[in-house]
């Protein structure tokens, strides 16, 4: 279950891909996404647009804090039905200085052509805009992983910043979601730190390397943040004025590992 939690301070993807598209999806279903879409519905809730719309027969849907934005959006999960995945905005989440975003998506079966098992990915951001944007690259990162699948679980609010934990996993052996990790990231903002958190989310798909940190381990020393990650047999320290910068130190001393 998603939760918030205030704490105290006692004493962000800015990632490049590390993937490319599997090889079994390369050729995608015969759908050009943006030419066969129809004309789109739209939502509009307190601080978002959420924008659907049918690709030859397949909905999928995006959001923003504009109706720009989401249909941006939209047209960017549309883009990802060629190569096979599915995405449909679930639910989001306003709490302070954050929404929290779910999206329903599936992946279509590399044997049998049909669409597989449903699943959360999860987006935050600062802003609907934001959220949406971040969960297009988890998506993004499933597609591309073949599997790797990340939801948000957990925000802290510290002095200075924020945590975002999301829990990963690649599916097990029948298909279904696996036992999950905890993946975090640290930001100034949210935006940041759910950027951050989505750099260590395509460090643990691509080499097993899964890194999580806390509100207790974060200091600062000598007018810097210092932030402590604990890694898969290791534990790396982020360096820097703000905890955007410290976090994005943190995870370039783990891709290092």
Not at 101 to 109: A, E, I, L, P, Y
Not at 213 to 237: K, M, P
Not at 239 to 244: P, R
């Amino acid at each position: 279950m998603k939760s918030l939690k205030f704490g105290v301070l006692v004493a962000a993807m800015a990632s490049a891909a590390l993937f490319a598209a599997p090889e079994s999806y390369a050729a995608g279903p015969d759908v050009n996404p943006l030419a066969a879409c129809g004309s789109p519905t739209t939502t509009i809730l307190p601080g978002i647009f959420i924008v659907r719309r049918s690709c030859d027969g397949t909905s999928v849907s995006g959001i923003g804090t504009t109706l720009d934005d989401a249909v941006t959006n939209v047209n960017a999960f549309a883009a990802l039905l060629d190569q096979g995945l599915r995405c449909n905005y679930s639910s989001f989440a306003p709490t302070p200085g954050t929404f929290d975003v779910d999206f329903t998506c599936s992946k279509r079966d590399g044997n049998e052509g049909g669409i597989g098992r449903a699943g959360y990915i999860g987006g935050v951001g600062t802003t609907a805009t934001d959220a949406g944007t971040n969960g297009l690259g988890f998506a993004q990162l499933y597609l591309a992983s073949n599997g790797y699948r990340c939801s948000a679980s957990e925000l802290e609010v510290l002095p200075g910043g924020f945590v975002t934990d999301f829990g990963c996993s690649f599916p097990n052996t029948s298909g279904g979601i696996g036992r999950a990790s905890t993946v975090s990231g640290i930001g100034s903002t949210s935006t940041d730190a759910a950027q951050n958190a989505l750099g260590f989310a395509e460090l643990a798909a691509s080499i097993d390397q899964r890194c999580s940190t806390s509100i207790g381990s974060v200091r600062i020393r000598n007018l810097a943040f210092e932030v402590d990650f604990t890694c898969t047999g290791a534990r790396v320290t982020g360096y820097g004025s703000t905890l955007t910068s410290a976090g994005r130190d943190a995870l370039l001393q783990a891709q290092s590992l």
